[in-house]
């Protein structure tokens, strides 16, 4: 089945460095979204990405999808303590399925 | 307004019994999926609901699991002869339409079997 890695799996930083946390599918993908998940939480949206190529900002954070659509990452510029979580990318492999598979994560601490 | 509401939120259970998880979507969301995640990992898919119909239950582990959704709404997860194994937190999320629609997940209920 479909198989979604992301590395790395742990990530700690100095606050105000930046982080970056990559998506890799082993299958051509019809969207991919993303999610942050806080310790205790659950998984909450970010954004969704559907063409090959895109690339979206919220704020300091850059979202890229890959040309052959296989892969995506996650930019966060001049990290603040309210980044900590865990993020997931998450895929769909083509539209008639709308089955979401989560990736493994990486979770990133900050230290202050 | 009210997001996706999951209950309980805490379930501890023996070996061997059956317990039901329940999910209740956000209002009008036809879209419904359970999830699995364990300690450390991400979440795991065990089916997906498009209004009472389950559209994909691929990610059911074996034939003790079972969810239903009757009236396309609330949904209900069932286990039957749970196992040690089976402990993790269970998921619900719902999406408002079908096919590239951000989840809205629920609070999870924390599932462990003694």
């Known amino acids: 089945g479909q198989q979604v890695m992301q590395i790395p799996q742990y990530q700690h930083v100095q606050e105000g460095e930046d982080f970056t946390t990559y998506c890799n599918s082993s299958t051509t993908l019809s969207n991919i979204q993303w999610y942050k998940q806080r310790p205790g939480g659950h998984p909450v949206f970010l954004i969704q990405l559907v063409k090959s190529g895109e690339v979206k900002k919220q704020k300091r954070l850059t979202f890229q999808f890959g040309e052959a659509k296989k892969n995506s990452s996650l930019h966060i510029t001049a990290t603040q303590t309210t980044d900590v979580g865990t993020y997931f990318c998450a895929a769909q492999s083509n539209f008639g399925n709308e089955k979401l598979t989560f990736g493994t994560g990486t979770r990133l601490t900050i230290i202050p | 307004g009210a997001g996706v509401s999951q209950t309980p939120s805490n379930k501890v259970t023996e070996k061997g019994k059956y317990v039901e998880l329940r999910c209740d979507p956000i209002s009008g969301h036809t879209a419904l999926y359970w999830y699995r995640q364990s300690l450390g990992q991400g979440p795991e898919f065990l089916i997906y609901f498009q209004g009472t119909g389950a559209a994909d239950d691929s990610g059911l582990p074996n034939d003790r699991f079972f969810a239903v959704r009757p009236e396309g709404s609330v949904s209900t997860l069932k286990i039957q002869r749970t196992e040690r194994g089976d402990s993790a937190v269970y998921l619900c999320?719902?999406?408002?339409?079908?096919?590239?629609?951000?989840?809205?997940f629920g609070n999870g209920t924390r599932l462990t079997v003694t």
């Open positions: 999320a719902s999406s408002l339409t079908r096919g590239r629609s951000p989840l809205h």
